[in-house]
């Protein structure tokens, strides 16, 4: 079913969006300060350079589906949701500049005061994690006297388009992601994404708002990874492109969803050692590698923050379930159990360790010499009874995939604290689980590593 469709901001995002939704059918009215851009869409023109842009707009057109008008009002009044795709530019200091979408909140609110039909408002610029829940959704309640969820509703919908291809990925996009308040009804807005192949993801406004910073980070983080490898590979004598080649044909470990799921440090005999030897190569070279030389002070700043939250609890006894840098091994080399153990007993804290994998007297060669090197003592503090380990520890550190998380819970009195390393905390009002999970025995804290414990 055609829908009436206002667009606030005709720049790369809104005249695509314009000219794409005109071309499924919907009617579209776009919206700009800028009476030049008005005047060009209305013309038939495009606003920006973008390959098949222009085309598509002269069709819409013609077709009397996509006007332009500076009038919101007019807008906002003949549309049943509107579309915010205004720029979100950085300030000198980085800071993200919210004036235009301020702006445009404060407009529609003027508008949605008088209009007497349901409205959706649909924000397409990237904003900050907690930016339409905490900023956007009071605006609009506030200049418009009226209620969300009652009068209009309100979703965060990123865009993941690249100029240059911005048709095409318009057409074909990874996924779709609604972002809205718990319990919305998104049909409206699956109605206008039904022509598209991709998924839809409906999540809260904070995970869809993260979810936009995060694909651009990851992307920016792999253009400059390649190009630290490019340049090593180019000083060390490798061909970068056969490099590349191989490296991106592994999409096991490589270009996957492995190691990407957020949890606990890396550690082990191998990716410590060779990143120290990479960069350390880089520097002899002469090689400023900034993204390279932070992942191992990234990884230990990861451990450190596990520390900070041990001793947030105050409690001393603590147990800690797994010791070796992964499940089902023995290895103890540059775990970060090991150095999140140091630590602790540096702090004064007493600790009873269980790894089932980890019989001391079997342990010889490099492990052994790494384990005596770091914690001398090692062999006093580890047990084999794991029920005398859960009895005796006030916190409980799960750091192994050989044990479960509920049936280590299910063995601990009220008074003891779970803190899961293994996973990250998951908010009661988690994203795409949230409709589905049990939280009734979790209790659950602003912790970034999930703290349990049965009620009293
Ligand atoms: N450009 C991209 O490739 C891309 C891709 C994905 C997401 N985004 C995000 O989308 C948003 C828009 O980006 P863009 O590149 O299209 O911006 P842009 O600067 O090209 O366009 C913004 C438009 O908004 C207009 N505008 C400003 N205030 C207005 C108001 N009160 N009423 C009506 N129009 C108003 C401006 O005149 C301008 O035409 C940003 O948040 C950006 O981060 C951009």
Not at 17 to 41: F, M, N, W, Y
Not at 114 to 129: A, D, E, G
Not at 252 to 266: D, E, H, Q, R, V
Not at 362 to 371: A, D, K, T, Y
């Amino acid at each position: 079913m055609p829908l009436s469709i206002s667009i606030f901001g005709l720049g790369y995002v809104g005249s695509v969006t314009a000219a794409c939704l005109a071309q499924h059918g919907h009617r579209v009215i776009g919206v700009d300060s800028k009476p030049e851009k008005v005047a060009r869409l209305t013309s038939g023109q495009a606003p920006v350079v973008e390959a098949g842009l222009k085309e598509l707009i002269e069709q819409a057109c013609r077709a009397s589906l996509l006007q332009a008008t500076t009038d919101f009002h007019e807008a906002i009044l003949n549309s049943d949701l509107t579309f915010i795709s205004v720029a979100t530019p950085s300030l000198r200091n980085g800071k993200l500049d919210l004036t235009s979408i301020e702006c445009v909140c404060r407009q529609i609110g003027e508008v949605l005061r008088v209009k007497q039909t349901f409205h959706w408002v649909v924000l397409r610029s990237t904003v900050l994690p907690g930016t339409t829940r905490s900023f956007v959704l009071p605006l609009l309640e506030a200049s418009s006297g009226k209620r969300a969820g009652i009068d209009f509703d309100i979703c965060f919908n990123p865009e993941f388009l690249r100029e240059g291809t911005a048709l095409a990925d318009f057409a074909n996009p990874p996924f779709t992601v609604l972002g809205v308040a718990e319990g919305c009804d998104c049909g409206m807005l699956r109605q206008i994404y039904s022509q598209l192949s991709a998924p839809v993801y409906e999540t809260d406004t904070t995970t869809a708002e993260m979810v936009k910073y995060v694909c651009n980070a990851f992307h920016a983080l792999k253009v400059s990874f390649a190009n630290e490898v490019g340049t090593l590979c180019h000083e060390v004598g490798a061909d970068a492109h056969t490099v590349t080649k191989i490296f991106t044909s592994d999409t096991k470990l490589n270009i996957s969803p492995a190691y990407l799921t957020p949890g606990f440090a890396f550690g082990g005999s191998c990716l410590p050692k060779d990143l120290r030897a990479l960069t350390y190569r880089g520097k002899e070279l002469d090689l400023n590698l900034p993204v390279l030389n932070a992942i191992i002070p990234s990884n230990q700043e990861h451990i450190l923050r596990a520390v900070d939250e041990i001793l947030q609890t105050h409690k001393k006894k603590i147990g800690v379930l797994g010791l070796s840098f992964k499940a089902g091994t023995d290895d103890l080399r540059d775990s970060p159990m090991v150095y999140l153990v140091k630590r602790l007993l540096g702090e004064g804290c007493r600790c009873h360790i269980w790894d089932q994998n980890v019989r001391l007297g079997q342990i010889v060669g490099s492990n052994r010499e790494f384990i005596d090197n770091m914690i001398p003592h090692i062999g006093a503090l580890l047990q084999d009874d794991l029920g005398e380990v859960l009895r005796s520890a006030e916190v409980i550190l799960l750091a192994t995939k050989d044990l479960k998380r509920d049936e280590i819970l299910h063995q601990l009195r009220g008074d003891q604290i779970l803190i899961d390393l293994v996973h990250l905390q998951k908010p009661a009002t988690d994203g795409l689980a949230r409709r589905s999970m049990h939280v009734a025995d979790l209790r659950v804290s602003n912790a970034l590593f999930l703290q349990a414990a049965k009620p009293i």
